[in-house]
């Protein structure tokens, strides 16, 4: 059974305008849409309802936080039973420098997003948190050369 919610054609362009900003509001996104407020705001409660709008947020500058470095790291683990894999998933999601977390098909078992400072900032990172980790048996680092297209 499918828990994907049939959308028609206003609720994709709802969704369109909502994701380029989310705080528009209900008159605004009305008039884009071609509705008036009242369908516009019950389409909007009916796709929050459903799950298909799952939040709004704010769009945050890197450095502007001190997080102007982001790292992608592969991560392969040693251990292959849950427990570790559960701890491991813990311990990772827990650190704050960690922005992004997956686990992944194949190899490598996990991809992590990490935002630091600076480049002395993602080393202590490395050295103090994740490569100390006993699940740990391959890191490999990767630094953006340049951002193509980001998608918030």
């Known amino acids: 059974m499918s828990n994907e919610v049939s959308l028609d054609a206003v609720d994709r362009e709802i969704l369109f305008h909502l994701r380029r900003d989310g705080r528009l509001t209900n008159v605004e996104l009305a008039k884009r849409v071609g509705l008036t407020p009242p369908p516009c705001l019950r389409r909007v409660k009916r796709l929050e309802e459903t ?21 992608l790291v592969a991560v392969e683990i040693y251990a292959q039973d849950r427990k570790s894999f559960e701890e491991f998933e813990s311990t990772m999601a827990s650190y704050d420098e960690v922005i ?30 994740l490569s100390g980790l006993p699940a740990v048996l391959r890191l490999e680092s990767h630094l953006t050369m340049k951002e193509v297209k980001t998608n918030p």
Do not use: S
């Open 51 to 71: 799950g298909v709008i799952t939040g709004y947020r704010a769009v945050i500058n890197p450095e502007a936080v001190g997080r102007g470095l982001e790292v």
């Open 100 to 129: 992004e977390f997956r686990r992944m098909y194949g190899r490598p078992d996990y991809f992590l997003r990490v935002a630091v400072a600076d480049h002395a900032a993602y080393e202590a990172f490395l050295t103090r948190k």
